[in-house]
């Protein structure tokens, strides 16, 4: 069965004629609306353990590998019940590229969940399916299948009206239209940026213009441009993109914030990864998959040749240049240009040092 995003939010909600599926296909090239219904759908499946206090230890993570060749069958996994009791959730994401018998792997599975065996239920994400694959068709006959097409504007303002109003956020419609519009691009990194900004207000507060800009990194991708170019050490390039957004009247601050949040991305990926070349790519996957779409190689690279140490002195750097930044307004250029280009330098080292 395919189910259209009304639906889909209307079972969420418990107002819809359609049940909450307890075998969903989220798949397309919007890995963001993927992630974000994944959570959804998960958390709807957790509400009646997690308010009758029952240990949730239920939610399982597996991938094709295992269920191919760690001999791991899908249907125990979903029919089994949880270790302490409580729903079973099965989590499982098909890479983009894997080969395997979607048929063979899913069919008995989902027959016996639509038969009612288990308490289990079973979130499959994917990229994008042809209308032909066997994973896409076998969903469509034995479960439930939602798509996840590029989004709009319009189809985010819902989710952020919903998230500023519980926070009591004010922000002006105007501004809210024009973050709509940026934010669209992928909805569950729309999602951890308004969770910042309500780290950073608390509860309360307006959003302006200036804080916007100050808050987001997403401003028309010239930042981003610049940053993998300096973490790269591609000097040249850091010159040509400073002096773009020096006309564009981007605060240095903008820019050196930025560039703390890429070395805690670069931080955050090394730390999950612990220099094994599988979990780097799927903490990469999990990151931001917007940018990363294009430019997993590059950040990827950009985490095996920085080492912890010299990211948190450039982190240190950083902090000590925003503060030069606030004291000395006439300067901010000058020390943003020799923040930007001693990171480009150093990774033209090797960023051992």
């Not at 040509?240 to 605060?251: D, F, H, M, P």
């Not at 985490?303 to 503060?323: F, I, M």
Request: glycine content about 10%.
């Amino acid at each position: 069965m395919i189910i259209k995003r009304a639906e889909l939010d209307a079972s969420l909600a418990g107002k819809g004629q359609t049940s909450l599926p307890n075998a969903l296909l989220l798949y397309g090239a919007n890995g963001g609306l993927a992630r974000y219904y994944e959570q959804r759908v998960l958390t709807a499946h957790l509400a009646g353990d997690a308010s009758e206090g029952k240990n949730i230890e239920g939610v399982v993570r597996t991938n094709l590998q295992s269920l191919t060749k760690g001999g791991d069958k899908l249907s125990d996994l979903l029919c089994s019940p949880s270790l302490f009791g409580g729903k079973r959730v099965v989590l499982l994401e098909v890479m983009e590229g894997e080969r395997f018998d979607a048929k063979k792997i899913f069919e008995n599975a989902l027959e016996e969940l639509a038969k009612g065996k288990g308490s289990g239920s079973l979130i499959v994400r994917a990229a994008a399916l042809r209308k032909d694959a066997a994973l896409r068709k076998i969903f469509t006959e034995k479960a439930t299948v939602f798509a996840c097409y590029e989004e709009s504007g319009a189809d985010v303002i819902p989710m952020l009206r919903e998230v500023l109003d519980r926070e009591k956020i004010l922000v002006e419609d105007s501004l809210l239209q024009d973050m709509a519009e940026v934010l669209s691009v992928d909805r569950m990194a729309a999602l951890q940026e308004l969770e910042k900004i309500v780290l950073y207000y608390g509860a309360g507060g307006k959003i302006d213009n200036e804080v916007w800009q100050l808050l987001s990194d997403w401003q028309g991708g010239k930042i981003g441009e610049l940053l993998y170019d300096a973490f790269d050490g591609r000097s040249e390039n850091c010159l040509s993109n400073l002096g773009k957004l020096k006309i564009a009247q981007v605060g240095g601050i903008v820019i050196i914030r930025s560039a703390m949040r890429h070395i805690q991305c670069l931080r955050t990926l090394r730390m999950a990864s612990g220099g094994d070349s599988f979990k780097l790519r799927s903490a990469i996957a999990s990151w931001r998959p917007f940018v990363l779409f294009h430019l997993r190689e590059r950040l990827g690279g950009q985490v095996r040749r920085w080492e912890a140490a010299s990211l948190l002195k450039l982190l240190g750097a950083g902090l000590d240049c925003e503060k030069l930044i606030k004291s000395r307004a006439p300067l901010q250029w000058l020390l943003t240009e020799r923040y930007i280009l001693g990171i480009a330098k150093r990774a033209g080292r090797g960023a051992k040092n």
